[in-house]
């Protein structure tokens, strides 16, 4: 079974690319911003800057998810915040079906050979959350998931390299 995220080299590819046209290029976009919001395709559609307020010096977006209502708080990192600006806080989201068929065309003009589709933005984001050591009840709930059992079983995956790393920069003393 083909895991459904992308790793932080194919995201990097696919964040670098140059698209062939504006649209491809404003599709990619989306996904990034999806990416590092951890939003599905329902919320993204429905994502409203007005809704966006400074906590601690950093931007955040809160509300609560369309399908389970449950409430989700999502800082905004700075690639997220500059494809706002690009696009003037309105992000140029098209239908769900055009929104996967131009993603094809995405990963296939980064390199990807893997059927991306928009919720694997969810996915990604959750994966590359954890895997920079952002605890699984903090990615939980910037997914806006009620419980970390969901998170953990089908977003958030744990890589090999960051296993190795966790063990490698430890002293232990196992005996």
Same mark, same amino acid.
């Given at each position: 079974?083909?895991?459904?995220?992308?790793?932080?080299?194919?995201?990097?590819?696919?964040?670098?690319?140059?698209?062939?046209?504006?649209?491809?290029?404003?599709?990619?976009?989306?996904?990034?911003?999806?990416?590092?919001?951890?939003?599905?395709?329902?919320?993204?559609?429905?994502?409203?800057?007005?809704?966006?307020?400074?906590?601690?010096?950093?931007?955040?977006?809160?509300?609560?998810?369309?399908?389970?209502?449950?409430?989700?708080?999502?800082?905004?990192?700075?690639?997220?915040?500059?494809?706002?600006?690009?696009?003037?806080?309105?992000?140029?989201?098209?239908?769900?079906?055009?929104?996967?068929?131009?993603?094809?065309?995405?990963?296939?003009?980064?390199? #990807?050979?893997?059927?991306? $589709? !928009?919720?694997?933005?969810?996915?990604?984001? &959750?994966? =590359? +959350?954890?895997?920079?050591? /952002?605890?699984?009840?903090?990615?939980?709930? #910037?997914?806006?998931?009620? $419980? !970390?059992?969901?998170?953990?079983?089908?977003? &958030?995956? =744990? +890589?090999?390299?960051?296993? /190795?790393?966790?063990?490698?920069?430890?002293?232990?003393?196992?005996?």
């Amino acid at each position: 079974m083909i895991e459904r995220y992308l790793t932080p080299d194919e995201f990097h590819r696919l964040r670098e690319a140059v698209m062939p046209t504006k649209s491809i290029e404003r599709v990619r976009d989306v996904f990034v911003f999806q990416t590092y919001t951890c939003l599905s395709y329902t919320d993204l559609r429905y994502f409203d800057f007005k809704k966006v307020s400074m906590v601690r010096d950093m931007m955040v977006y809160t509300g609560k998810r369309n399908k389970t209502g449950s409430p989700f708080t999502i800082p905004l990192l700075q690639p997220a915040l500059d494809i706002l600006d690009k696009y003037n806080k309105k992000l140029p989201v098209i239908s769900n079906v055009k929104y996967n068929d131009y993603l094809k065309v995405v990963a296939q003009t980064a390199g #990807i050979d893997k059927p991306v $589709s !928009t919720h694997w933005a969810r996915h990604t984001g &959750a994966t =590359l +959350l954890l895997n920079e050591g /952002v605890p699984m009840q903090i990615v939980s709930r #910037i997914c806006g998931h009620s $419980s !970390t059992k969901m998170t953990e079983k089908v977003y &958030a995956k =744990l +890589l090999d390299e960051t296993v /190795v790393d966790a063990i490698k920069n430890k002293e232990l003393n196992l005996k």
